[in-house]
Structure formats: C-alpha cells, structure tokens
C-alpha cells in the first residue's frame, strides 16, 4: 500500500478509535492497538512531511467535546504524552533530554493512574469550573459532575500567588473508580437487574460525562492531582505535588525523584510488579523532568511535551481455547473478524471474546477455530489473541476464510488487492448507519448544522433513521422522540436539512462515503460528469480519463453504484429534492490567480478551508495539498504543521490571510 494511502486509512482507523472512546464512550480497539496505529502514522509523517495535516490524530490529544456539554476551554493546552514501550525507549528518551538541555537532569515518577484527565479551575482559592482534557484546546464543561467527586477540594488552603493572578489557577488531575467502588458498584447494579460495568476506566469516563449529576455521584469517583497549569513560583514539579497537598488535594503518595535514568528504569519495573497491590488501575509511570525552567524550555513537539514520556506496562496474558472465529460489521462497513473464546480470567476480568484485526493477521498467524491460544489484554482492556500453540493442536482445528459476502446484509465485501480490511460496499447496511449519518452532515460534506455526533446516535440507535435517505424523511413529530430536543432546536435542524438539498453534487459524492472519494476527488467526478446519473453510467475506464482518478479509485465508485441497495437509496434522495448535478458555477478560468498554485496550511482567523479554496478557484487559482517547487504560494493560519517548514526551505511566498485577500483584490 502506498504511504499517502496508509497514512489516510490510518487517520480515519484513529479517528474514528477517538470519537468512540471520548464522545461515545464505546471504546472499540485496544490502547496498546491505538498506540501501534498512532506510532505508525506518525513515523509516515516524519518519513513523508508532505503527508502531515492540521487535523491528523498526531496533531491532537484526544476527541471533540460532546455536544450535550458547554465547551471548556484551557488556557494553557492540555497536552498528551509520548509512550515508551521498554528499558530502551526510557534510555533513548533520557539521552534526547540530555542532549537538548546540554547537562544530566532529574526526574519525577509518578503512577500513571487509569481514569480520565480532567482540569480544575479556581478563583480566589474557590473551585469554579471543570473540565475533560478534550481535543486540549477545549474539553468539556462538566463541572457540576465534578462537585460531587469527595477528593476534589470546592475550596483551597493558602495559595501561593507569584503574580497574583487568581484566575488562571487551574489544577490537572486524573478522575478514577478505585477497584472497591468498582466492585461495589457492579454488585449494586446486578442486584436492580443491570448490566455490569466492563473495568473501572470506562466507568470512570462515563460517570464524569453523565447528563445527571446524580449519576456520577453513585458511582464514587475519586481523584488524584498531578499538575497545575501555571507553576505561581514554584521552581520544580516534586514542590508542584507538595503544595498541591498543602492546599487540600489528593496526591498519590507512590510518587519518587529519581537522579538517573537508572532509577526511573528500577521504579518503573518494580510498579509493573507490584500493580496488583494498588486499589486502583494503573497502566504505566508517568516520568517528567523535576524542574519547571527545563519542561518550559523544552517545550512541545506536535501533541507531545518534550520533557515528559509515559511508560506504559506489558500487557496481560493468558491461554485459553478459540471456539470460534466471528465476523463483526463496523461502523465504516469494516468486516471485522474476532474470536470466540473459552472463558478465561486475564488481570481480574473474565475474557469471552477477542479481536483477530483482519484476515491478513489470522493467515500470518496461522490462527485457526479450535486452537489453544494465548490471549492478552492490550492497554487492560481490548482482549487479542496473539496466536496458536502449535504443538498443541490435534488436527481438527478449521482454517478461517474471510467471507465475500457482509454477513449483516448480504452485499459484496470489497477487499482491493493490497489492502488488509474487507468492507460491506452496501452504504444503507444496518452495520455502518450511524457512522454514514454522521459522515453525511459533516462539514465537508452536507454540512447539516444540528446533526451531529450525538444527534446521529440518538437517531440511529433509536430506529428512527436507517439509513442517509432517512434523514430527508424526518419531521418534527420523529425528532421529539430524542430525548432533550426542543422545538427551537427541532425547527433548526428541519431548515439546515431543507437547505442541504442544495449543497451540489461534489458535496453529494463527498457525504456518501465511497470509499477513497474525499472532498477533492469528488469536486473533480463532479467537474467532469456533472450529474450523478453520468457518474454511475460511466465505466471504469471513462471514470479514470478524470484527473487523479486511477484503476483502484475508479473500481470503488464503480462498485458502489453497482449495489442496488446504493440505488435505491440515491432514488429516495432524489425524490426528497436533494441536489444531484453539478453547481452552476463555473471554474473560473481567468482572474487574478489564474495559473497558480496554492497549499493551505493551520487554521486561519476568519475563513474556513473550504471558503479559502473557493475563493482561491473562483479567481482562476488551484488549490493542492501538499507543497513543492511548482507551489506559488503557501497560506499559513495558526498551527501550520510541517507545510510551513517546507515552505521557507523552498523559498515559496508565505501568506497570511490578509495576505490572501490582498491578492484576490
């Protein structure tokens, strides 16, 4: 596979790992699994800077705040850290310290506690806000959750005030369920009738975020504090912990200075041991440089701080038998093989299932229904198997082979030659709805205001939409079985549907998710067809006389139109009025940008990127996405990434977006 389409698989695989673990508390692979995808996307990067966008999963911390909150914004980013998988990595990152800051340096070691990120922000020594880490810029504003969490102080002992400024105190901290509460809480729940919590992480997540304070403060949430926002005077992060205790916090007492990288390695393996003796859930040791000057003159690499790394713990393992190997549909259309096990019990929770990834990773493997297996808990919560013991089959084991058919459905499962995963190619299969409906109303797509992560699920979930034809047959009588939608609110989606009848077909092509058709490949089927009749006509042949449109692109837009439930489907859209040709506007040929280049990079003060490129086109330009020696210009906004780099190195003009404007005056 091409890195240009690694790199995007890979984007959409963590992006999509982000939405369900931090909007809808539905977390679907592994943390050791996400930290492999992330790894690779970012080695890609580095190898092919070209690659790198404003919005990768490198570039963030974590997810979108869900939309039921009031964003929380910090003002001071709330970063994520790097990982470290080994003695090695903790060596390698030490001597890149050493060499940046030119002397030895001291660490912290602190527990790597397994809950949720959460900020706290104090006026005059009184609790005032709280907040989710978010995507680090901004969270979400749960602070009435956080009042009813016993080890968060509503009021602060003597602060120390370097500058007196009162309002920018904002503390860091980890939210979490002790395995007693967790326990408990389990108990309480089987004997109503409930079903029981996974692991005390997920519970610890979803009672932060509950719609009903009353909710979180059932499950008995506890908190650690690690951090502050801004130091007020202090000069190193061991006074940081000391005087969070000093003005009432919780801070976990298995913290140590270490003088070498020696001592971090020795505190690190000796917790991996002794993890089991905690009453909480730990995941790794957090290691950061003691003092405060160092981390600020270190600063920040992309979504991770210099001066800190986390080392993250081996995960578990056990052997048990694979009674069967099953077929999931994902929300992508995704053909998702996993493993039905004999009931094994793997750090404390009883394993039934596990995922298989792909059929790629079943051959390579040799994995086969029937095998003795040994199985891990990724990260503590995804079961994989990791492969058979060989030596212990006895001939009956059944060799797997990956379905051509979606097994929800029953339309064909594309897997192009090269690529791991096998998809359902029906874009109304039951399986996928939800993610469809969401791509549809994004942004780049029919941009339907009102319709987002959170009204997509409740709409899905719920039955009321079926596939992306529904969403044209919704009325208000339909939307007031969401539960917490007004009228107001009701009226305002019905008029952003209404007016997305009108987006043209390139926005059309970009929302019904065809499989390598993003924004600009659609704009170009658009430009060259015209209607959606013309490109479903066309053969693979006639669709690749498009520009950048190749065997493999063309053979998924091919297929997808082959499906009759895709048919049916644009036939509903149709009727409902939905826009299926070309907008009437013509590429402007002729302007004061005609025949040159433009990349655009970071997120500018008052367009959005797709304006930009409007603009850009409509006066004769072209807009492309990555910059080389034929770039004319480069226009850079906030967080640039690596484009601005190559740019300057380049010598191509950079401008701003007051720049921009004066050219297309």
Not at 267 to 281: A, F, H, V
Not at 464 to 469: L, R, S, T
Not at 527 to 546: K, M, P, R, T, Y
Not at 582 to 594: E, F, I, T
């Amino acid at each position: 596979m091409k890195a240009e389409e690694r790199a995007a698989e890979l984007r959409a695989r963590l992006e999509e790992a982000n939405v369900r673990y931090y909007v809808l508390d539905a977390p679907a692979i592994a943390d050791a699994e996400y930290d492999a995808m992330l790894r690779e996307l970012s080695e890609l990067e580095d190898a092919h800077p070209e690659l790198r966008t404003a919005d990768s999963p490198t570039q963030r911390v974590g997810a979108p705040a869900a939309e039921h909150f009031p964003p929380y914004e910090h003002r001071v980013p709330m970063l994520s850290l790097a990982n470290a998988f080994g003695a090695d990595e903790l060596r390698a990152f030490d001597e890149r310290v050493r060499k940046l800051v030119q002397t030895d340096v001291a660490y912290v070691c602190e527990l790597k506690i397994d809950g949720l990120a959460i900020a706290l922000r104090y006026r005059d020594g009184v609790f005032e806000r709280g907040g989710t880490r978010g995507d680090g810029r901004i969270g979400e504003d749960v602070t009435a959750n956080l009042r009813t969490i016993k080890t968060i102080p509503l009021r602060l002992k003597a602060l120390r005030q370097a500058q007196g400024d009162t309002d920018a105190f904002e503390v860091r901290g980890e939210a979490y369920l002790r395995k007693s509460d967790f326990a408990k809480l389990n108990e309480a729940r089987e004997r109503a009738g409930l079903p029981v919590f996974a692991n005390p992480r997920n519970s610890a997540s979803g009672g932060v975020r509950q719609l009903d304070p009353k909710m979180t403060a059932e499950r008995r949430l506890s908190f650690f504090a690690y951090g502050i926002a801004r130091e007020n005077g202090i000069a190193t992060q061991w006074e940081t912990l000391q005087h969070l205790e000093e003005i009432g916090f919780h801070v976990n007492p298995n913290i140590v200075r270490a003088k070498t990288i020696d001592e971090v390695i020795a505190y690190c393996e000796e917790w991996e041991e002794r993890r089991d003796s905690l009453d909480y859930e730990i995941d790794g040791v957090v290691v950061k440089i003691d003092d405060l000057a160092t981390q600020r003159h270190l600063g920040s690499v992309g979504r991770n701080p210099r001066w800190a790394i986390a080392f993250k713990f081996k995960p578990r393992e056990a052997r048990t038998k694979l009674r069967e190997i099953a077929i999931n549909v994902g929300r992508t259309g995704s053909l998702n093989p996993y493993a039905i096990l004999e009931p094994v019990q793997i750090g404390g929770v009883t394993v039934k299932n596990a995922t298989l990834h792909n059929a790629d990773y079943i051959a390579n493997n040799d994995i086969r229904a029937g095998d003795t297996v040994l199985v891990t808990r990724a990260g503590d919560v995804i079961p994989r198997v990791i492969g058979p013991i060989v030596e212990e089959r006895t001939g009956k084991e059944r060799v797997f082979k990956m379905p051509t058919r979606c097994p929800i459905c029953g339309s064909d499962a594309d897997r192009p030659e090269g690529e791991a995963m096998s998809r359902c190619t029906n874009a109304a299969c039951p399986a996928q709805v939800y993610e469809r409906v969401r791509h549809f109303a994004s942004r780049g797509a029919m941009d339907i205001e009102g319709l987002g992560d959170v009204m997509a699920g409740e709409l899905t979930s719920r039955g009321i939409v079926h596939d992306i034809g529904d969403v044209y047959a919704l009325d208000a009588k339909k939307l007031a079985l969401v539960p917490r939608t007004g009228e107001k609110s009701i009226a305002k989606l019905l008029e952003s549907i209404e007016r997305s009848k009108q987006r043209g077909l390139a926005r059309l092509l970009a929302g019904l998710g065809i499989r390598l058709v993003g924004e600009q490949t659609a704009q170009i089927l658009a430009d060259d067809f015209g209607s959606i009749e013309a490109i479903g006509a066309a053969s693979e042949e006639e669709l690749q006389q498009s520009a950048g449109i190749g065997p493999e692109l063309a053979a998924s837009v091919a297929l997808f139109f082959k499906q009759k439930a895709n048919q049916a489907m644009l036939d509903r859209l149709r009727k409902a009025g939905v826009g299926m040709t070309a907008p009437k506007r013509a590429r402007a040929v002729a302007g004061p940008l005609k025949d040159k280049t433009f990349v655009l990079t970071g997120t500018l003060a008052n367009l959005t990127r797709e304006a930009a490129t409007e603009m850009i086109e409509a006066a004769g330009g072209k807009v492309t996405g990555s910059v080389s020696k034929k770039t004319d210009y480069v226009v850079a906004g906030e967080s640039p990434g690596s484009k601005l780099a190559k740019a300057e190195k380049l010598g191509v003009t950079i401008l701003d977006e007051e720049g921009l404007r004066t050219l297309l005056r």
